[in-house]
């Protein structure tokens, strides 16, 4: 929930140099066998997470099956109650010297073409979640 708010280490321009340096990697004879490279924030935590378990077990594709990840918050989960741990917020763990970026961002710079609408529609979520709050009291 929420991807485009993942926090990346270091300045924006690193990341940003990162990311473009990873698109140019394809294959030489058929760019279109892959590798498929991502914009949306949500495939490339996706991909991200896949880097880290073994994808290729039975066990792997299991647990990657039940990630799910998300731009924004999507009304099938906006009911529910929300897990915050706090060892991985950035306040906690971060040293507030160094420089950080939004994932958002950096796809948005790449390619992402829908920041604007994953924003609007935060927007007139928290406006609904406020009004139903107040309606309660």
């Not at 990162?18 to 935590?45: M, Q």
């Not at 039940?66 to 306040?91: F, I, Q």
Request: contains cysteine.
């Amino acid at each position: 929930v929420r991807c485009e708010q993942i926090v990346l280490a270091g300045p924006f321009y690193r990341n940003k140099r990162k990311y473009t340096s990873y698109l140019r990697k394809r294959c030489n004879v058929n760019p279109r066998r892959g590798p498929f490279h991502f914009r949306s924030p949500a495939k490339v935590f996706y991909k991200c997470v896949r880097g880290m378990v073994p994808w290729k077990t039975k066990r792997g594709r299991q647990a990657l099956r039940l990630l799910h990840s998300y731009e924004g918050v999507p009304p099938s989960v906006a009911s529910r109650r929300k897990n915050v741990v706090p060892e991985c917020m950035r306040v906690v763990r971060a040293d507030p010297a160094n420089k950080f970026c939004y994932l958002g961002r950096v796809s948005h710079e790449v390619g992402w073409k829908y920041q604007e609408v994953i924003r609007r529609l935060e927007r007139r979520r928290l406006i609904k979640k406020t009004a139903q709050v107040h309606h309660a009291k």
